[in-house]
């Protein structure tokens, strides 16, 4: 314990990683170097996985592209599954709050996406995201108009828009609205996600820990977004990324780079796999963070 603080772990049996801002470029791409770095921990025996705000279907190609064997979750943890897309564990959002929210959201003049079993599904193809969105996942939207008949099995539920001062309001709004009965986070600035009460990336955390078979103060994670703080608060290490807002890297034990400067692999190499890390690199989280120059 450092300053009546926890300290970092130094057993390492598992790493859990966010995505989109921590394992993948701003342009979601995967570099050589990330790559490596996960097949040098499956050398030295330590297990890899992720959890991320995408919907399972849309970690395909990562799963395939970094071998991954291990448990995944999507929808910030609404969704556990296989790396064959198997469904775990699911938390779906019931759906008088799924209908509140999709009501909430277009009240504010925002472009909804309702994500329900494997597929995306939006009103308007040219809308805010879509093909950012489009890209990210690697597949296609189903274009519908009403979401009424989709809402009895809703994992996910997205709030859309470039305007920082409307996200802010709807955030607002739909906490004040729903309480309790939704998790309610940012996964981008232009994001809002709303999923159900057990679906957060911290539950998810604790449930991957279950199915390995290893103690969560074994996990390390690493992540940039304010839903990664769950895990962070869970786990045997948490890494923020350079690119986190501070109160992000504040939660964290460690920093690293940004994700646009590899900085997954250089976490993975200095805090995770480095033969003798430093007594330097490790802190309380009251102690302050140090980003790897």
Known sequence: MIDGQRA???IVSAVISDVDGTLVTSDKTLTSQTATAVAALRTRGIIFSIISSRPPRGLTMLINALGITAPIAGFNGGVLATPELNLLAAHPLLPDVAMSAVGLIGAHSVDVWVFSGQNWFIRDPRGTHVDLEKHTVGFSPCVIDDFQPLLEAVYK????SSDPATMTNLEQDVRATLGRTATVTRSQPYYLDITDPGATKGNAFSEMSRLLSIPESEIAVIGDGHNDISMFKRSGLSIAMANGSPDVRLAADLVTDSNNRDGFA????????GS???KNDRFSRSAGMRPIR
Not at 266 to 273: D, E, T
């Open 8 to 10: 970092a772990t130094t």
């Open 157 to 160: 539920i997205v709030g859309v």
């Open 266 to 273: 250089k976490a993975i190499a200095r805090f995770i796999l």
């Open 276 to 278: 003798n890390r430093s």
